[in-house]
């Protein structure tokens, strides 16, 4: 079946960051003498360097931010790759472990929290349809956003907040719908390796808090569910857009100072 919805037809809303440390074997130029050069060879790849320093302990760390399309290990690929070209007469080298978390204004609790309260915010008038949407609120006290994923050289966090947009604003309090819904969610995200910690079901649109993998992008990840759910319900529920954004266990006041 045709999706309902593309990369080429909707419109995202996103706020992608992403916190990269990388282990040199031997201490980095300053970062004053090569920044701007790696800010512009990354912009090609639609990646943008907000900050860049060394630790203590000689780690060098970029902030960065992206568009919804750019999968983990692409940014990584990219990011590195594009470091390593660019010292290569210095003759750094580097260790193949790296370490990719992502980063929001709030701390994934404080999102998850939001999430949660979401239905107290927009209350509706009858008493009953409030409990009903209450009931289909979901979460996993199981799921921990902030534990570590591993491959064989790196350790990723990545957090993802989704939100999804009944099309026109249409509202709607049939509880077997939003069900639906709700189930198609949880069974969509666990079929692309990602695991649901919060979801929360009103009337004109619903909020997600995913522990995503590390080959799928943000984008992708909200495409998918928006067309499992427009596909189990047989109609184009959703406008044509979205919002990601990255959630962490650092909100960006921390990562700055």
Known sequence: MDPYYSAAHCTPAYQLRWSLALFPNTPVPAVQSWLSTL??????DDIRVLQANVSPKGALLLLLSTQPLAKPDFIVQCAKGRLQYLLRQQN???????????LGGGKTEAVEKYVEQQLQH???????????????????????IVEPIYSSHAQYILGLHVVLVHSQRWTTV???LLQATQQTILKTAAEQNCQVSRIGILADHIHATVRFHYKLAPGELALALMNAVAQRHRMRLWSDSYYVGTIGPYDMDAVRN
């Open 92 to 102: 750094i080298t580097w260790r193949r472990n790296f370490r990719l978390t992502t």
């Open 39 to 44: 800010c512009s060879s990354l912009a090609a």
């Open 122 to 144: 927009h209350k509706l008038v009858s008493e009953k349809s409030q409990q009903d949407l209450a009931e289909l609120s979901w979460s996993d006290p199981e799921v921990k």
């Open 174 to 176: 049939e509880t077997g």
